[in-house]
């Protein structure tokens, strides 16, 4: 019994001990304007006990000692020791400072740009905000308040949103998650529907307009989107959400962590799926995101983190733009959509898309000393999928409707049609253009410092890509086969499901980049300054399997090209004087030039018509800016001209609007010239704890500079069907807002519940210029000189959210209501030139309630 008492005399000791030596500790991270901190993280110094900061940036740890220090760190500031002890348990406001000597290495290759630091035109958004705001728009969407910045959702199916910054589309803005590059190798672009589950696993989103300062070789002309994804959460734990909306939008998902383990591990996990109808008819959807980190560090000087994700979908498309008469005719409204119908009373889509592109990168953060550091991203992505279409001798069977032309396709009249056939095949059939890739890569930074106050940065930017190309069979449509004749190897083929068809080739692309950039900031740290160069050589080479007859030595020969090298290279400077505590003027400047891009080189999508000599894109740019920082009002004025000459893409022309199936084609424009100039202003006021505005104003004078004589235009096939010229000298840059503005108002009630409401204005948005209106194939009819393109109305929408954070038992509960065009405003939001201009409008009211649960 004695024995009994003395043990349980210990036990009782030590559990007083432990609990005595805990200590509840509370606080605030802000930043240098005392906006709150949301995901920064409290470590308890000697520990691997830490939580993250919530919406608000409070946070509370129990710590394991009753006195010691917390280090306080986010993304982009410099960390922050402080002490506590059991007699100063509210620590109340912790303000951080933004530092370009990032707490994680990872940064220096992601190349976040520090405000009052970086002389470029930056904005921020960090995950607290895309979470309040996204709902179930589309990603770019959250970028639609910043200057400079249009972004629409397309013809409206799951992920085909686009942005253009400044003037410039998808192909002229680099977009990099975690600091690797992700547009296309070949043409540049960005398809948003590759990474429609990246708002779920972002921690901010960084947006830097035009020369930016992102650290790979030959930079973006319009800007660059910098997307940091999360890694390893410091604490332990997760959280479960899920999001209805309208038009049977539903999202289900949760995040593991295991937080730092005491053998320096930590992982994560996250995966969510995505399903609805859709807004816009026919456009059902399904998606899935998934997300993996691990994060080791080994030692002080040593850390590794491996991290892969993606977003395997499906969709349907409206990829065809109608008439506002037909639009305004037709039964579902705005919502009209020609390109799907029905199969034996299944939704079938002509035009869909499907894709996974997964994207996989291990990085090595190596501290070599206290002035010198190495972080290497070794990566991979593999793409497979593509979009759908028509094919056949007799497309117009897709004009047969269920009813008037504003109803869905009768594919059960087409099916009956092909099976008479017989032996004659299918007249029409769906078919897939699939754009399947392997894409490896290594990025490599070194930093170190040369003096107290100068910092070189330098780098090496690999890069190796095959692309296949070509057209698969997906549906006969009721017949046994369909006849293609475009393969020499097998000429009139009768084709299988799953057969390719059209054309078949493979484009190699290959990318060696250097890069180097000296930094200087000067005693007194009000002055920063760069100098920047790099060089790059792109490879090119096409692989043709259907054009060139493979059983002959020549045939194999005309197969396989040589590889055609092309150089650029880039200089820029820029320099930020902070004037006092609050104020400060920035300067950059730079030229460089870029090589064509892989169909400027293969202009007649064969392999004998190869323009080895492609002439580079040249760009020179100049910006200045001035930015203010208050305790209450913050502002930045920036001006920027950028002229841009020989620049080289492709223009999809789309066929006859009123008829389904019409033929589609493809224009190489080579050599075009704009300019493009304009001022930004944008600010943020906090009126009292508990009210914030922010604002914005951007006015663009986007202008093309030149005349384009024979253009060659091309089939689906890939067949050059003619040339003609395009008078386009003058007339203004199509497809994006040259003005815009966005009011934004943030009310907090209560400390976890709070009300958002956006306004957005969008004018001078000139229509996509059609090429066929302004030229002919002819080449004895003379081109025809028109004033400006189709000018869209100016229009303006509301958005407004409501979230309240509340607990249920011991887990943080949020629950977020989104109602984007809260005022259901119709608007057109996309259009294409022509007598009777072709459009998409806008969506109008949607809703989305999200709950979201941290455990």
């Known amino acids: 019994m004695k024995n009994f008492k003395n043990l349980l005399f210990v036990v009782l000791f030590f559990v007083t001990a432990t609990v005595l030596g805990q200590t509840k500790i509370t606080g605030t991270i802000?930043?240098?304007?005392?906006?709150?901190?949301?995901?920064?993280?409290?470590?308890?110094?000697?520990?691997?006990?830490?939580?993250?900061?919530?919406?608000?940036?409070?946070?509370?740890?129990?710590?394991?000692?009753?006195?010691?220090?917390?280090?306080?760190?986010?993304?982009?500031?410099k960390t922050k020791n402080i002490a506590f002890s059991s007699a100063k348990t509210k620590i109340g406001n912790i303000q951080l400072e933004e530092d370009s000597t990032l707490d994680e290495i990872i940064l220096t290759a992601t190349s976040f740009a520090i405000d009052r630091k970086t002389p470029v035109a930056v904005s921020t958004i960090r995950a607290a905000d895309i979470e309040r705001k996204l709902g179930s728009q589309e990603f770019p969407e959250i970028l639609k308040s910043t200057p400079g910045v249009y972004a629409t959702k397309s013809g409206g199916g799951f992920g085909d949103g686009r942005i253009n910054m400044r003037g410039f589309n998808s192909e002229n803005v680099a977009v990099m998650i975690n600091g690797v590059p992700v547009n296309d190798m070949e043409n540049g672009r960005v398809y948003w529907s590759n990474w429609a589950g990246l708002s779920d696993v972002t921690s901010a989103m960084q947006v830097q307009r035009g020369l930016g300062a992102a650290k790979v070789a030959v930079p973006s002309i319009g800007g660059t989107i910098n997307i940091l994804?999360?890694?390893?959460?410091?604490?332990?734990?997760?959280?479960?959400?899920?999001?209805?909306?309208?038009?049977?939008?539903?999202?289900?998902?949760?995040t593991l962590s295991t937080g730092l383990m005491d053998n320096g591990l930590a992982a994560s996990v996250s995966f969510s799926k995505t399903s609805g109808e859709g807004y816009v008819d026919g456009t059902q959807f399904e998606g899935y995101n998934y997300f993996v980190n691990l994060t080791k560090e080994i030692n002080d000087n040593h850390k590794i983190s491996f991290t892969t994700f993606g977003s395997p979908q499906r969709h349907g498309q409206r990829q065809n733009r109608s008439t506002v008469e037909t639009i305004r005719n037709a039964q579902s409204g705005i919502r009209f959509n020609p390109d799907w119908g029905y199969k034996n009373g299944q939704v079938t889509s002509i035009e869909d898309n499907f894709y996974h592109k997964s994207q996989t990168s291990l990085n090595h953060y190596w501290t070599i000393s206290d002035v010198t550091s190495l972080s290497t991203a070794a990566y991979a992505s593999y793409g497979k999928g593509g979009g759908g279409g028509t094919a056949g001798t007799n497309t117009d069977l897709f004009n047969e409707r269920m009813g008037g032309p504003d109803q869905p396709v009768d594919f059960d009249n087409i099916v009956e049609i092909n099976r008479a056939n017989g032996a004659l095949g299918s007249e029409a059939i769906l078919r897939a253009s699939r754009n399947d890739h392997e894409w490896f890569g290594v990025l490599s930074t070194f930093k170190t410092e040369l003096a107290d106050n100068l910092d070189l940065i330098a780098g090496v930017d690999w890069r190796t890509y095959t692309g296949s190309h070509f057209r698969e069979v997906t549906d006969l449509l009721g017949g046994d086969y369909f006849f293609d004749d475009n393969n020499v190897n097998n000429p009139n083929s009768a084709l299988q499901v799953g057969d390719k068809m059209g054309y078949n080739n493979d484009g190699n692309v290959g990318w060696l980049g250097f890069f180097g950039q000296v930094e200087y900031e000067n005693q007194k740290g009000n002055f920063n300054?760069?100098?920047?160069?790099?060089?790059?050589?792109?490879?090119?080479?096409?692989?043709?399997?259907?054009?060139?007859?493979?059983?002959?030595?020549?045939?194999?020969?005309?197969?396989?090209?040589?590889?055609?090298?092309?150089?650029?290279?880039?200089?820029?400077?820029?320099a930020n004087f902070r004037i006092d505590d609050v104020q400060n003027v920035f300067a950059n400047i730079g030229y460089f030039e870029r090589p064509a891009n892989f169909d400027a080189v293969f202009q007649g999508f064969n392999?004998?018509?190869?323009?080895?000599?492609?002439?580079?894109?040249?760009?020179?740019?100049?910006?200045?800016?001035?930015?203010?920082?208050?305790?209450?009002?913050?502002?930045?004025?920036?001006?920027?001209?950028?002229?841009?000459?020989?620049?080289?893409?492709?223009?999809?022309?789309?066929?006859?609007?009123?008829?389904?199936?019409?033929?589609?084609?493809?224009?190489n424009l080579l050599g075009v010239n704009a300019l493009h100039q304009g001022i930004e202003f944008d600010f943020t006021y906090k009126a009292s704890d508990k009210l914030n505005f922010s604002g914005m104003l951007s006015l663009g004078d986007w202008t093309n500079d030149n005349d384009l004589i024979d253009v060659a235009i091309f089939d689906e096939n890939q067949n050059q069907r003619g040339t003609l010229d395009l008078l386009v000298d003058g007339l203004k840059v199509s497809d994006a807002a040259q003005t815009t503005a966005a009011l934004g108002m943030l009310y907090k009630f209560w400390d976890k519940t709070s009300i958002t409401v956006d306004y957005n204005y969008f004018a001078d948005l000139y229509s996509q210029i059609n090429i066929l209106d302004r030229a002919d194939f002819d080449p004895s009819t003379p081109a025809v000189r028109k004033g400006n393109p189709y000018k869209v109305p100016s229009y303006n929408t509301f958005d407004a959210s409501l979230r309240h954070g509340f607990e249920i038992g011991d887990f943080d509960t949020t629950v977020t209501v989104r109602v984007n065009n809260l005022f259901d405003t119709e608007y057109i939001a996309d259009a294409l030139d022509a007598s009777d201009p072709l459009v998409w409008f806008g969506f109008g009211r949607t809703f989305s309630l999200d709950l979201k649960i941290k455990f």
């Open 529 to 574: 300054a760069f100098l920047s160069t790099s060089v790059q050589r792109s490879t090119y080479q096409r692989v043709d399997y259907f054009q060139y007859d493979l059983s002959t030595e020549a045939g194999r020969d005309l197969a396989t090209t040589d590889k055609v090298n092309l150089n650029g290279y880039s200089i820029k400077s820029g």
């Open 229 to 254: 994804s999360k890694t390893s959460d410091i604490e332990k734990g997760g959280n479960i959400l899920a999001s209805t909306g309208n038009d049977g939008f539903q999202k289900y998902g949760f």
């Open 30 to 77: 802000v930043d240098e304007t005392n906006q709150p901190l949301p995901a920064a993280s409290v470590l308890e110094k000697g520990t691997t006990n830490g939580v993250s900061t919530d919406f608000d940036g409070k946070f509370t740890l129990n710590t394991k000692s009753n006195s010691g220090t917390l280090v306080i760190s986010f993304i982009g500031y």
């Open 607 to 667: 392999n004998t018509t190869v323009n080895a000599n492609a002439e580079n894109e040249k760009i020179f740019s100049l910006e200045l800016g001035y930015g203010i920082r208050g305790e209450k009002f913050a502002a930045n004025v920036n001006l920027y001209r950028t002229q841009w000459n020989d620049r080289s893409f492709s223009r999809r022309i789309p066929g006859d609007p009123t008829v389904t199936g019409s033929e589609e084609f493809t224009a």
